[in-house]
């Protein structure tokens, strides 16, 4: 991620309003009913993309080649698990924060996940951390993670109903809990990961989970700034791990949720 000097995060929203979609040919991007969890549709969003090139590590690895290398992982273990992964960006792609979520709303997905990499001016600075969604201002750390995001970006004009629709969903107590036991779902398998230091499941108010219509995480895979970890991060093979460990998080929270997840369908803006 990148660092920044600024503990000011924008409270934005995203929301669900018409806009060309990136989902994969094959997925349909038409809002679908809840449906068990051995048929669970998961949001696989790999951060950055395209002339945003998130951080980069010391020896010029950047995070999102990385991320979407961690995508494609991923979306291959939740295949292998069941599970119908949709992509907010296969490619080297740029996706604006406003619609990263948009696009989970509009193909129906049962959960959002998205990735990056950590970075840090301490270069010691190592492990995994797996956030959920914080509606109020998080702690000083956790808000310069959150600020990553960049500048607010522009609301689209016809916006206003939609993002107060979404954000009394994302009020209700039972949703926010559902993003944190997602969270820790994760957070557990990734503490299991030989070499990643723990280092918590926390809140922030990330612009990309806002409108997600879905319980909705943040995963910083590891710090790519720690040129261990950056060495690490080229390997594919323990991508592959990473990638079944969220996997292994996801499946685990699908299994206590017992074939039930809170969603909600993407409105259309009239």
């Given amino acids: 991620m990148r660092l920044r000097s600024t503990l000011l995060v924008p409270l934005l929203s995203l929301a669900a ?5 990136q989902v994969p040919a094959g997925e349909s991007a038409q809002a679908q009913p809840a449906r068990p969890a051995s048929r669970l549709k998961i949001a696989v969003d790999a951060g950055h993309g395209g002339d945003d090139r998130g951080a980069k590590g010391k020896s010029g690895l950047l995070e999102k080649e ?3 290398r961690l995508a494609l992982a991923l979306a291959e273990r939740l ?5 119908e992964p949709v992509f907010t960006r296969p490619d080297d792609t740029f996706i604006p924060l406003w619609d990263r979520a948009k696009l989970a709303n509009e193909a129906g997905a049962d959960l959002f996940v998205s990735l990056h990499l950590n ?6 600075a190592k492990g995994s951390e797996v956030y959920f969604l914080s509606l109020g201002e998080g702690n000083a750390d956790a808000e310069i993670v959150a600020a990553e995001n960049g500048p607010e970006p522009e609301k689209p004009a016809d916006a206003d109903g939609v993002v107060a629709s979404i954000l009394e969903d994302l009020a209700q107590k039972a949703y926010l809990q559902d993003s944190e036991k997602l969270a820790v779902e994760i957070q557990i398998q990734l503490n299991l990961l030989g070499g990643i230091k723990e280092r918590g499941v926390k809140q922030a108010p990330f612009v990309v989970l806002k409108g997600a219509a879905m319980p909705a995480v943040l995963v910083e895979t590891a710090f790519i700034s ?3 970890e950056e060495a690490r991060l080229k390997d594919p093979a323990f991508l592959r791990r990473v990638a079944d460990s969220i996997a292994k998080g996801i499946r685990a929270y699908a299994l206590e949720a017992n074939g039930t997840v809170r969603r909600r369908a993407a409105q259309p803006v009239r």
């Avoid at 970075?119 to 010691?124: E, K, N, Q």
């Fill in 17 to 21: 309003w018409p806009l060309v979609s």
């Fill in 66 to 68: 990385v991320a979407l």
């Fill in 226 to 228: 720690n040129p261990k």
């Fill in 119 to 124: 970075a840090s001016r301490a270069r010691g």
């Fill in 79 to 83: 295949r292998e698990f069941g599970y």
